[in-house]
């Protein structure tokens, strides 16, 4: 038998009611009875909305009001003191002054889910505190619906393991210690499930496919021996997912009795693990078929194979077809885009119509594929249709090697370009964007909208490039910027310009909280049309003697902050990218401009989950940077600018994306990073953020000037470079004037030393 199983649903709502309900419940407009009733009734139609478009076995408790880590730690007590002795389930109030903090609370830390663009909020453990379960949320969660709607769901909870792992607040060498308190806990969470007449639980552990080690597993086999001995009448689906699970031959000795593997991402792995150790014929096996993380039509036909393939290596005893993980990481439905070019939207499935595909795999199971032959031809023919929308020859398949490296090694070109640049010992610069005013965004939406022309916008933006070249030449900065006022977005503004890019209206994902994103989607090859910054950089360096850094986004930040198709190379979409940005690069060089930045935020959130898939990644990123910038002559400067992270362990590939200057966030990861630089000194420019552009506060000229001092201590003085951790647009300008002016002086005072 085969079933049609889903792992979770967006909770954000076909016209992101969640959000709005929450922000409005935020400021006050709503009151807690009517917040609550609106989220009730937006979770009760998920599960409608489910069941009517054909999934069987539906999900609960994959809804949350934040975070559905939150949620977990809320309920075992694993959150900071500081807010206050919880004996209970915490107060709305409570709830979100963890994930957001208070007038009088910092809130909870915040992290990416795995390699998702998902943050969760990190439980925190408490050695002076036993866990506890204060409240059981997938209990009221399964009760609402079975009382309200009739319907037996399945709960969806997360993993013992990955809670655990994804914690902090417990030292390593406690983990073991630390899971097995939680234990108890966590059974009489599932023995209510269990009493009160549960059938299937979902229990997500994630963490299975990360290279845990033999320790770690025989750990994970006691724990799921004792959960399943204290249950006998509960089905566990243990579910794994984004890759193939590790130590497969143990995790099938579990004695639960379903197991749950993703058959998108981790494929290869899954299928072979299954060819080489089978699977166990009392146990469910839910196959993750179509992708829970992208928004393409799934390959039927393959899909179809695959499963068949399975079918004739195993027989579990059952089937279940389902999204390879849940479907909070794509939108809700395609139903609104209604200014989508047409052959990009008959090849797109978000939720809904991906919980439809899983329909039509079923039909296909059960009565043969000759039974979806219509629905087959269909998906084969939208992406003929998507691949002729850009049939010019393929670039990428005449480079050589030498397009990929400078011609002349760092050494000898960085002499060059300082002598041609001259620029004084520490050079100061920032990192591209200054404060967008509440009348650039109002002219942007009103020329968008058609009710401002285009010359009259053009000419608000330039009016402020003139001011700021102004402010920036008074405050004696070195390297000047334009500002980068005619961006809302850095990847959308690039996507707009170039060929192959679709921005959707409606296409929104959940990233932290009530925070959306709305990626664009790369649909076909990416071409360069015109030159997309030529225009402002210029006119920018027209007003002033000293260099003006020209600002573009790398090709791997776009890739990763963009749906991208699935049978395309990653690697052939960021050289495709390359190409064109390394054609901007050569406008630029030929307008008079000798300094490029290419900014590379998103080069490590794209790190595969396994460790042993590093460094082909980071092999083909750094090429792809290196392919977009190397074209440069010797005395044009090339930057290139990362945040978000501590960098330690990838700086090796950053060294290869032999970019002169490199300017990187440092406030917030201080300590760790100088020790690192001191023992693997770095070979190019530097500069190692002098403040914190995420808070209000304007530093003092000595803070800065002992972050200076403190930094010559393991980088080369010849080599270093000053300026804010990342870019500028979300402070006030009167903040960044006065930042920005003591940044200076610092620069200034250290230099009188050396
Ligand atoms: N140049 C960009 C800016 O200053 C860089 C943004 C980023 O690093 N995220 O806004
Ligand atoms: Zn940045």
Same mark, same amino acid.
């Given at each position: 038998?085969?079933?049609?199983?889903?792992?979770?649903?967006?909770?954000?709502?076909?016209?992101?009611?969640?959000?709005?309900?929450?922000?409005?419940?935020?400021?006050?407009?709503?009151?807690?009875?009517?917040?609550?009733?609106?989220?009730?009734?937006?979770?009760?139609?998920?599960?409608?909305?489910?069941?009517?478009?054909?999934?069987?076995?539906?999900?609960?408790?994959?809804?949350?009001?934040?975070?559905?880590?939150?949620?977990?730690?809320?309920?075992?007590?694993?959150?900071?003191?500081?807010?206050?002795?919880?004996?209970?389930?915490?107060?709305?109030?409570?709830? /979100?002054?963890?994930?957001?903090?208070?007038?009088?609370?910092?809130?909870?830390?915040?992290?990416?889910?795995?390699?998702?663009?998902?943050?969760?909020?990190?439980?925190?453990?408490?050695?002076?505190?036993?866990? =506890?379960?204060?409240?059981?949320?997938?209990?009221?969660?399964?009760?609402?619906?079975?009382?309200?709607?009739?319907?037996?769901?399945?709960?969806?909870?997360?993993?013992?393991?990955?809670?655990?792992?994804?914690?902090?607040?417990?030292?390593?060498?406690?983990?073991?210690?630390?899971?097995?308190?939680?234990?108890?806990?966590?059974?009489?969470?599932?023995?209510?499930?269990?009493?009160?007449?549960?059938?299937?639980?979902?229990?997500?552990?994630?963490?299975?496919?990360?290279?845990?080690?033999?320790?770690?597993?025989?750990?994970?086999?006691?724990?799921?021996?004792?959960?399943?001995?204290?249950?006998?009448?509960?089905?566990?689906?243990?579910?794994?997912?984004?890759?193939?699970?590790?130590?497969?031959?143990?995790?099938?000795?579990?004695?639960? =009795?379903?197991?749950?593997?993703?058959?998108?991402?981790?494929?290869?792995?899954?299928?072979?693990?299954?060819?080489?150790?089978?699977?166990?014929?009392?146990?469910?096996?839910?196959?993750?078929?179509?992708?829970?993380?992208?928004?393409?039509?799934?390959?039927?036909?393959?899909?179809?194979?695959?499963?068949?393939?399975?079918?004739?290596?195993?027989?579990?005893?059952?089937?279940?077809?389902?999204?390879?993980?849940?479907?909070? !990481?794509?939108?809700?439905?395609?139903?609104?885009?209604?200014?989508?070019?047409?052959?990009?939207?008959?090849?797109?499935?978000?939720?809904?119509?991906?919980?439809?595909?899983?329909?039509?795999?079923?039909? %296909?199971?059960?009565?043969?594929?000759?039974?979806?032959?219509?629905?087959?031809?269909?998906?084969?023919?939208?992406?003929?249709?998507?691949?002729?929308?850009?049939?010019?020859?393929?670039?990428?398949?005449?480079?050589?090697?030498?397009?990929?490296?400078?011609?002349?090694?760092?050494?000898?070109?960085?002499?060059?370009?300082?002598?041609?640049?001259?620029?004084?010992?520490?050079?100061?610069?920032?990192?591209?964007?200054?404060?967008?005013?509440?009348?650039?965004?109002?002219?942007?939406?009103?020329?968008?909208?058609?009710?401002?022309?285009?010359?009259?916008?053009?000419?608000?933006?330039?009016?402020?490039?003139?001011?700021?070249?102004?402010?920036?030449?008074?405050?004696?900065?070195?390297?000047?910027?334009?500002?980068?006022?005619?961006?809302?977005?850095?990847?959308?503004?690039?996507?707009?310009?170039?060929?192959?890019?679709?921005?959707?209206?409606?296409?929104?994902?959940?990233?932290?909280?009530?925070?959306?994103?709305?990626?664009?989607?790369? !649909? *076909?090859?990416?071409?360069?049309?015109?030159?997309?910054?030529?225009?402002?950089?210029?006119?920018?360096?027209?007003? &002033?003697?000293?260099?003006?850094?020209?600002?573009?986004?790398?090709?791997? &930040?776009?890739? @990763?902050? *963009? /749906?991208?198709?699935?049978?395309?190379?990653?690697?052939?979409?960021? @050289?495709?990218?390359?190409?064109?940005?390394?054609?901007?690069?050569?406008?630029?060089?030929?307008?008079?401009?000798?300094?490029?930045?290419?900014?590379?935020? %998103?080069?490590?959130?794209?790190?595969?989950?396994?460790?042993?898939?590093?460094?082909?990644?980071?092999?083909?990123?750094?090429?792809? /940077?290196?392919?977009?910038?190397?074209?440069?002559?010797?005395?044009?400067?090339?930057?290139?600018?990362?945040?978000?992270?501590?960098?330690?362990?990838?700086?090796?590939?950053?060294?290869?994306?032999?970019?002169?200057?490199?300017?990187?966030?440092?406030?917030? *990861?201080?300590?760790?990073?100088?020790?690192?630089?001191?023992?693997?000194?770095?070979?190019?420019?530097?500069?190692?953020?002098?403040?914190?552009?995420?808070?209000?506060?304007?530093? *003092?000229?000595?803070?800065?000037?002992?972050?200076?001092?403190?930094?010559?201590?393991?980088?080369?003085?010849?080599? /270093?470079?000053? @300026?804010?951790?990342?870019?500028?647009?979300?402070?006030?300008?009167?903040?960044?004037?006065?930042?920005?002016?003591?940044?200076?002086?610092?620069?200034?005072?250290?230099?009188? !030393?050396?």
């Amino acid at each position: 038998m085969v079933n049609i199983s889903n792992l979770g649903y967006p909770r954000i709502g076909e016209n992101r009611e969640w959000k709005k309900t929450l922000e409005s419940f935020w400021k006050g407009n709503i009151t807690e009875n009517q917040f609550e009733s609106e989220m009730k009734s937006i979770r009760l139609q998920s599960i409608e909305k489910q069941l009517r478009l054909g999934i069987e076995i539906i999900p609960v408790n994959d809804f949350t009001y934040y975070d559905h880590v939150l949620d977990f730690a809320t309920m075992f007590g694993w959150i900071p003191t500081r807010f206050g002795d919880l004996s209970e389930k915490p107060s709305l109030h409570t709830y /979100f002054a963890l994930a957001r903090g208070d007038k009088d609370l910092v809130a909870c830390e915040m992290t990416k889910w795995f390699n998702t663009n998902y943050h969760y909020i990190v439980p925190e453990y408490q050695y002076d505190r036993k866990s =506890k379960l204060l409240y059981n949320k997938p209990l009221a969660s399964f009760l609402e619906v079975k009382n309200e709607l009739g319907i037996i769901t399945k709960p969806v909870i997360l993993g013992i393991y990955t809670f655990t792992q994804l914690s902090k607040g417990y030292k390593k060498e406690d983990k073991y210690a630390v899971v097995k308190e939680l234990l108890p806990v966590y059974i009489q969470m599932l023995k209510e499930l269990e009493d009160a007449g549960v059938e299937w639980v979902q229990i997500d552990e994630p963490a299975f496919v990360l290279e845990e080690t033999n320790e770690d597993f025989q750990l994970i086999k006691e724990i799921y021996s004792e959960i399943c001995e204290a249950l006998p009448s509960l089905s566990i689906m243990l579910q794994t997912y984004f890759e193939g699970v590790e130590q497969y031959h143990d995790l099938i000795t579990i004695p639960v =009795k379903g197991i749950g593997l993703d058959f998108v991402h981790g494929r290869e792995e899954n299928v072979n693990a299954l060819k080489k150790y089978g699977f166990p014929e009392d146990k469910v096996l839910a196959c993750g078929i179509v992708n829970g993380r992208n928004i393409w039509k799934n390959n039927l036909e393959e899909s179809i194979q695959l499963i068949e393939t399975l079918q004739s290596l195993i027989q579990p005893k059952d089937w279940w077809i389902q999204p390879s993980c849940s479907l909070l !990481h794509v939108p809700v439905t395609k139903k609104k885009e209604d200014s989508l070019e047409p052959t990009v939207l008959a090849a797109l499935a978000f939720a809904d119509e991906k919980i439809e595909e899983l329909v039509v795999l079923r039909k %296909a199971l059960e009565f043969g594929s000759d039974a979806v032959k219509q629905e087959i031809e269909k998906v084969k023919q939208s992406f003929e249709h998507l691949n002729k929308l850009n049939t010019k020859s393929n670039e990428i398949r005449s480079l050589s090697e030498e397009d990929f490296n400078r011609a002349i090694p760092f050494k000898e070109r960085y002499q060059f370009q300082k002598e041609a640049l001259n620029l004084p010992l520490l050079p100061t610069t920032t990192i591209g964007s200054f404060p967008q005013t509440k009348e650039i965004k109002i002219a942007r939406q009103q020329w968008r909208k058609g009710e401002l022309p285009e010359s009259d916008y053009r000419h608000q933006i330039k009016l402020k490039i003139k001011e700021w070249i102004e402010v920036q030449e008074s405050l004696d900065i070195d390297v000047l910027v334009h500002g980068e006022y005619e961006r809302t977005d850095m990847v959308e503004y690039f996507g707009e310009k170039l060929k192959g890019f679709a921005f959707t209206k409606n296409a929104w994902v959940q990233s932290y909280g009530s925070r959306c994103v709305k990626p664009p989607v790369i !649909h *076909s090859r990416v071409e360069f049309m015109k030159p997309m910054t030529v225009d402002e950089t210029s006119y920018a360096q027209s007003l &002033t003697k000293k260099p003006v850094k020209g600002m573009l986004t790398g090709p791997v &930040t776009i890739l @990763n902050w *963009s /749906f991208v198709r699935e049978d395309h190379a990653k690697e052939d979409i960021a @050289n495709e990218i390359a190409l064109a940005l390394r054609k901007e690069i050569k406008a630029l060089e030929e307008s008079g401009i000798s300094i490029i930045q290419v900014d590379e935020p %998103a080069i490590r959130e794209g790190l595969p989950l396994k460790k042993r898939n590093w460094e082909a990644y980071l092999n083909w990123v750094t090429r792809a /940077f290196r392919l977009t910038t190397a074209g440069v002559q010797k005395m044009t400067q090339i930057h290139t600018h990362m945040c978000y992270s501590s960098f330690s362990d990838i700086m090796d590939a950053v060294i290869e994306l032999d970019a002169d200057v490199i300017s990187i966030e440092h406030a917030r *990861s201080h300590e760790e990073f100088s020790s690192y630089l001191a023992e693997n000194p770095y070979p190019l420019g530097i500069g190692l953020g002098v403040y914190d552009i995420h808070s209000p506060r304007v530093p *003092s000229v000595q803070e800065m000037e002992q972050n200076i001092v403190g930094s010559l201590k393991v980088c080369d003085i010849q080599q /270093f470079w000053i @300026n804010p951790d990342c870019g500028l647009k979300t402070r006030d300008e009167k903040e960044v004037i006065q930042a920005l002016s003591n940044m200076v002086i610092s620069a200034k005072k250290v230099r009188e !030393h050396y």
